[in-house]
């Protein structure tokens, strides 16, 4: 049974930092994408990066570059989300999802149709 568990919300104050994890299990993920998505009060879920487990590509939401880094530790079958210089628009539930990779393509999983795989989110709010 495949499972996404994510970790690592809280409460910030702005200007902080956070890093969320999400602990994979219940199959090898060598073959995808491994994003997160975002949902604020009152708006629709939104992409925030994705990362090739293999490769180490990665992409990320034009908005959101320079401040948000994902990486993957394959010794722990965790996937990262580092989120610096926080700030109260930042407020959301942050869901880590899983993609099937497409062999042989420069491609990146954006929309959220295209993840098989979720978890069930880590609520991290930022005061100001």
């Known amino acids: 049974q495949v499972q996404l568990v994510e970790s690592g919300g809280g409460l910030v104050q702005a200007g902080g930092s956070l890093r969320l994890s999400c602990a994979a299990s219940?199959?090898?993920?060598?073959?995808?994408?491994m994003g997160w998505f975002r949902q604020a009060p009152g708006r629709e879920r939104e992409f925030v990066g994705t990362m090739n487990w293999s490769s180490g590509r990665s992409s990320y939401a034009e908005s959101l570059k320079g401040r948000f880094t994902i990486s993957i530790e394959n010794a722990k079958n965790t996937v990262y989300l580092q989120m610096n210089s926080l700030n109260p628009e930042d407020t959301a539930v942050y869901y880590c999802?899983?993609?099937?990779?497409?062999?042989?393509?420069?491609?990146?999983?954006?929309?959220?149709?295209?993840?098989?795989?979720w978890g069930q989110g880590t609520q991290v709010t930022v005061s100001s």
């Open positions: 219940g199959r090898t993920f060598s073959s995808y994408h």
């Open positions: 999802a899983a993609s099937p990779s497409r062999v042989g393509s420069v491609w990146f999983p954006v929309l959220e149709h295209e993840y098989r795989y």
